[in-house]
């Protein structure tokens, strides 16, 4: 039978035609003066690559330069990155966003800012509210991800190209398996040389499509541009992803347009503190950056990765490498980091809850419904908490929400809007996390008044009544004690090793505190302590009142 026609060359000027798109293939993967490299090229050729039909070696070639095209410059391939998340959305209908729709959102975010104006002198961005689509999201928020990713990125990579000269320094000290189908004498050491600008790549790549496939899903179900809380949108423009609404609105009986209404003043509000408040946007991405740079790559689970892994598949490489690649035990810098950036996500969170509230409840009927569905949302957690999880070793999530909205509306009600928003004139005068836990405290020091105590009514009063009735019930069982000879002695139980230990001392001592006229109340003398007992009986109720 004859031998498969696509695994040999078809004719005499085949060979010729593979060994070229072999050595461009070579180029592409591993840089100018790899394919001259001629111990590589034999090991290649050994393993039967340039006997491989030539369109099947230029469509392979195709898609490696596919995979490894785009920037080399950094540790993620952005532009696979953007590829890969446009192909998600794309897979689950992602439609342009319509003119009308466009027109629509635009008058939403007008309306919007009305409301707001009302109650915050933070003033809105220059911006016109916009409608994207969302891929369109994904094309404008990437650029922050891949800044928020590197660090990690960078690390993971490291640790790969170290495990890759791991297995080649074992590979050269055992000698050569068979099964490889290397050519005797080869020189590992001098193709790892080759080798590690292509292990670069894929490293880049293979970070590039996990950041893509975060990305996509974040964007299949965001509602508006900076809902994670993190300033992703340049120029702080009011965005909404008109497609995820319906979603977020199902279910809650509540008219599509007030849904849009009340989100778009989430946005805009959002919009307004990231644009006034110059420091909060890089105190945010410099807390993720800080947990991200500080992370420990598990380089134990990457060597069995990559032993087992086969390296010139990327999608083969990211399923090796998939599920926790950090040590768990974050490090004293990560904490610090982790506390200061769950504070601030709490006060940017709580901050437009507050605020939303106070502009949407003149105007619109299903405000608690609304927050409350918002609440829910967040705490279920969602992509966001799943990107950052599995790419920064980190759950983002305000933990303390209710707190930050605590002291907001508590400062807010002692020193008015402006009082409240001018907290975030400084790093320094923003709440602290110690704030969140005394509030009133908190407010007093920024207004210079002492916090006051909460009205009293009458749950108050009942309890007050019910503490003095319960006290003088205790009082009257006391004096009732002391009236037929009882007191309390806590000592006589530190006097009781004696009498279990059957010593004659002990039983001595338990008659003597039993004989009567001897401690009891009515038969000591003022200030007579002769008894010899060491319990101290003026501890006791009757003692006290001599």
């Not at 074992?170 to 050491?189: F, Q, T, Y």
């Not at 299949?220 to 993190?230: K, M």
């Not at 999608?315 to 690649?325: D, F, I, N």
Request: a negative charge.
């Amino acid at each position: 039978m004859p031998d498969t026609p696509h695994l040999q060359p078809s004719g005499p000027g085949d060979d010729d035609e593979g060994q070229e798109q072999l050595e461009e293939m070579l180029r592409a993967l591993l840089g100018d003066g790899a394919a001259d490299n001629p111990q590589l090229a034999e090991a290649l050729r050994s393993m039967g690559l340039e006997q491989v039909d030539p369109a099947m070696l230029q469509m392979v070639q195709a898609q490696m330069q596919a995979m490894m095209s785009g920037s080399t410059d950094g540790p993620i391939n952005i532009s696979l990155a953007t590829d890969v998340a446009r192909k998600a959305v794309a897979a689950g209908g992602d439609a342009s966003v319509g003119e009308a729709t466009t027109k629509d959102v635009e008058q939403v975010v007008q309306v919007a800012n009305l409301w707001l104006d009302a109650v915050t002198d933070f003033t809105a961005p220059a911006s016109r509210g916009q409608a994207w689509s969302r891929a369109e999201w994904i094309e404008q928020t990437m650029p922050v991800w891949k800044q928020l990713v590197e660090p990690v990125a960078s690390g993971v990579g490291a640790a790969i190209q170290r495990a890759m000269q791991q297995q080649m320094r074992e590979l050269g000290s055992e000698g050569l398996p068979p099964e490889l189908g290397l050519p005797p004498g080869v020189d590992l050491s001098s193709m790892m040389g080759q080798l590690e600008p292509m292990m670069a790549r894929m490293s880049s790549a293979m970070f590039g499509m996990q950041v893509g496939q975060a990305v996509g899903a974040l964007a299949g179900e965001l509602v508006t541009g900076t809902e994670v809380g993190l300033p992703l949108i340049k120029d702080n423009a009011v965005v909404i992803l008109p497609a995820n609404v319906p979603a977020f609105a199902d279910g809650l009986g509540v008219d599509t347009g007030e849904v849009h209404l009340y989100l778009a003043v989430r946005e805009a509000a959002r919009a307004r503190l990231f644009a006034q408040v110059g420091w909060l946007a890089p105190a945010l991405l410099a807390a993720v950056q800080s947990y991200a740079g500080d992370i420990s790559i598990d380089t134990e689970r990457i060597e069995r990765a990559i032993g087992e892994a086969n390296m010139s598949d990327p999608e083969e490489l990211q399923k090796a490498l998939q599920g926790s690649l950090f040590t768990p035990e974050p490090s004293e810098a990560q904490q610090r980091a982790l506390v200061q950036l769950e504070r601030l996500l709490a006060l940017v969170e709580g901050w437009v809850d507050t605020v939303s509230q106070k502009a949407c409840e003149p105007h619109l009927p299903h405000v608690a419904q609304l927050s409350e569905a918002v609440r829910r949302r967040r705490a279920a957690g969602g992509p966001a908490e799943r990107l950052f999880a599995s790419l920064v070793g980190l759950e983002l999530r305000p933990r303390r929400l209710r707190e930050a909205a605590t002291v907001w509306a508590a400062l807010e009600d002692a020193a008015g809007p402006e009082g409240r928003d001018e907290a975030w004139s400084h790093p320094d005068s923003a709440p602290g996390v110690a704030d969140l836990d005394d509030p009133l405290g908190y407010v007093a020091r920024r207004t210079g008044e002492q916090p006051q105590e909460p009205a009293r009514d009458e749950v108050d009063e009942a309890l007050d009544a019910l503490l003095t009735q319960g006290q003088a019930e205790l009082d009257a069982d006391r004096r009732g004690s002391q009236g037929i000879g009882f007191r309390a002695n806590p000592a006589n139980e530190s006097t009781g090793d004696s009498a279990e230990d059957g010593s004659p001392g002990g039983s001595a001592d338990s008659a003597d505190e039993d004989s009567p006229g001897d401690d009891s109340p009515g038969d000591d003398a003022p200030g007579d302590d002769s008894d010899g007992d060491d319990s101290r009986g003026d501890d006791s109720p009757g003692a006290g009142d001599r």
